[in-house]
Nanobody, 121 residues
Framework: QVQLVESGGGLVQPGGSLRLSCAAV????????IGWFRQAPGKEREGVSC????????YYSDSVKDRFIISRDNAKNTVYLQVNSLKPEDSAVYYC??????????????WGQGTQVTVSS
């Protein structure tokens, strides 16, 4: 079965950090560009980061730049999103998605089920 599995979300205080994981099951992640998205209640889905296939070029949205770091570990078939200096407005369900090809463009081939991040004191 082919799927993406996110983990690592949780409840964290403002200023805290989490490491979100996106593990591939049934396929090899290093053949894909990987994007991270988030969606808060009542808001549209927002693309926050992308890592390219092969040369690990990266992209961050302005809202997370300098606070989030995307990386991949091909040996573990996993992509990570290190989320630092968290703010309440970062609270959302975070999804990863895999795209065949070099860069993160719609449509994606696979989506994960999401992991909840809640930032609150």
């Amino acid at each position: 079965q082919v799927q993406l599995v996110e983990s690592g979300g949780g409840l964290v205080q403002p200023g805290g950090s989490l490491r979100l994981s996106c593990a591939a099951v049934g396929f090899t992640l290093d053949d894909y560009a990987i994007g991270w998205f988030r969606q808060a209640p009542g808001k549209e889905r927002e693309g926050v980061s992308c890592i390219s296939r092969s040369d690990d070029n990266t992209y961050y949205s302005d809202s997370v730049k300098d606070r989030f770091i995307i990386s991949r570990d091909n040996a573990k078939n996993t992509v990570y999103l290190q989320v630092n200096s968290l703010k309440p407005e970062d609270s959302a369900v975070y999804y990863c998605a895999a795209k065949v090809g070099y860069w993160c463009t719609l449509p994606y081939d696979y989506w994960g089920q999401g992991t909840q991040v809640t930032v609150s004191s």
